[in-house]
């Protein structure tokens, strides 16, 4: 039990750290997980939070908010 809650808790602060929405990641990865060739570890990294790869509007924060009415759905802006 702890271990796992830390686990996720962990994931769920990365992404937000990422300014990722937690629940679009968490649903987007969960999602396509099932469909992935997970012996090919460089296909993983495509879903880490910080990954420049992630293909999916898992949604984004505004940079100068955090409350969870400033979430954005969309494409993940690139950084400048």
């Given amino acids: 039990g702890a271990k796992a809650s830390a686990t996720i808790y962990s994931i769920i602060e990365t992404a937000m ?3 990722l ?3 679009e990641y968490l649903k987007y ?3 396509t997980l099932p469909n992935m060739d997970i ?3 460089s296909d993983l990294d495509r ?3 910080w ?3 992630l293909q999916h509007p898992v949604g ?4 100068h ?3 969870p009415a400033e979430y954005k759905v969309g494409p993940i802006p690139t950084l400048t």
């Fill in 47 to 49: 879903l880490l939070p």
């Fill in 29 to 31: 990865v969960f999602e």
């Fill in 51 to 53: 990954s420049k790869e």
């Fill in 60 to 63: 984004y924060r505004n940079e």
């Fill in 39 to 41: 012996t090919e570890p």
């Fill in 21 to 23: 929405m937690p629940f």
């Fill in 17 to 19: 750290e990422n300014g």
């Fill in 65 to 67: 908010t955090f409350g």
